[in-house]
């Protein structure tokens, strides 16, 4: 207790001997100027944070608008490039440039899929990167192995054409049988790959106006071709095939080329494709044709 009082009283003296002195209370206005300072510092470093801040969230902003511009720009890139390249000339089934598209190339397709060798024709063309049409029949796809090798096919990339059903001439059926044949198969083949298909080849390259008119109703692009020999007896050997596939004088701009499911054409495929791109020829995606949504 007596100690806490002469601690009072010193305090109490000390501020008697500064005022008596002339001393004034510079220190503590010192003190306080400099709180004061520090406080409008304090604020003013606030009100720059804020303005940085706004400044960010602006350039930020800016940056967005940027992005999205330039993605917008991207996804017009990408419709524009979506435009048809070819279309199927109805007179012949050759597949003509639109516009500037590059003139000499030719379209691969492959007949009466997936038999044997149409997941093996398909990893061939895949590896060679050379895009295709598998028409498919669809006493080919009754099995779940079947559905299988179509699914396989279509996951590859390639797209898929409606080859009637059980592949009979259509001149020789009623239109009732003939609606069947086309229609029901298309249902199949969006039942197993959720698309349908955009392609139609009639067996034998038989059409009908019934069969031409229920094709444009289906919003089928409708061709036939413009050669092919792997069912001529003496083309079925792949060395024999590959030659005339390359060298036959049918041979030319936008040529369809017509193939069929079989071991020899499978074995031949390499080759063709070697040959061909040998003499300059590109090969058409079927997406990039006319009439393909």
């Not at 800016?62 to 390249?85: F, M, V, Y």
């Not at 192995?145 to 059926?173: Q, R, V, W």
């Not at 008119?213 to 079925?236: I, P, R």
Request: hydrophobic share 40%; glycine share 6%.
């Amino acid at each position: 207790m007596i100690q806490a009082k002469w601690i009072l009283m010193a305090a109490g003296l000390a501020l008697l001997t500064a005022c008596s002195s002339g001393e004034d209370n510079s220190a503590a206005t010192d003190a306080t100027d400099a709180t004061n300072e520090t406080e409008e510092t304090t604020s003013e470093t606030k009100e720059e944070s804020v303005e940085d801040s706004a400044d960010a969230d602006v350039a930020e902003e800016e940056l967005n608008e940027e992005e999205t511009t330039e993605e917008n720009a991207d996804e017009e890139g990408e419709t524009a490039q979506a435009e048809p390249l070819y279309r199927v000339n109805p007179a012949n089934s050759s597949v003509e440039p639109i516009s500037d598209a590059n003139p000499q190339a030719v379209l691969i397709t492959i007949d009466d899929a997936p038999d044997k060798q149409g997941v093996a024709m398909a990893e061939t063309l895949k590896e060679l990167n050379v895009p295709a049409i598998f028409f498919v029949n669809g006493h080919f796809i009754d099995t779940d192995e079947e559905e299988e090798n179509l699914k396989k096919i279509h996951d590859m990339g390639f797209a898929i054409g409606n080859h009637t059903y059980s592949h009979p001439n259509l001149k020789t059926i009623p239109e009732d049988q003939q609606r069947e044949e086309i229609v029901s198969l298309n249902d199949r083949i969006e039942e197993i790959i959720g698309e349908r298909p955009e392609f139609f080849r009639a067996p034998h390259g038989v059409n009908t106006d019934f069969s031409r008119a229920l094709v444009e109703e289906e919003g089928m692009v409708l061709m036939n071709w413009t050669f092919g020999y792997d069912w001529e007896q003496q083309y079925m050997e792949a060395e024999a095939l590959a030659d005339i596939m390359v060298n036959t004088e049918y041979l030319r701009d936008g040529a369809n080329l017509l193939m069929h499911d079989r071991a020899w054409t499978a074995e031949a495929l390499p080759a063709i494709v070697q040959g061909l791109g040998e003499k300059g020829y590109e090969f058409i995606d079927p997406a990039a044709i006319e009439g393909v949504e």
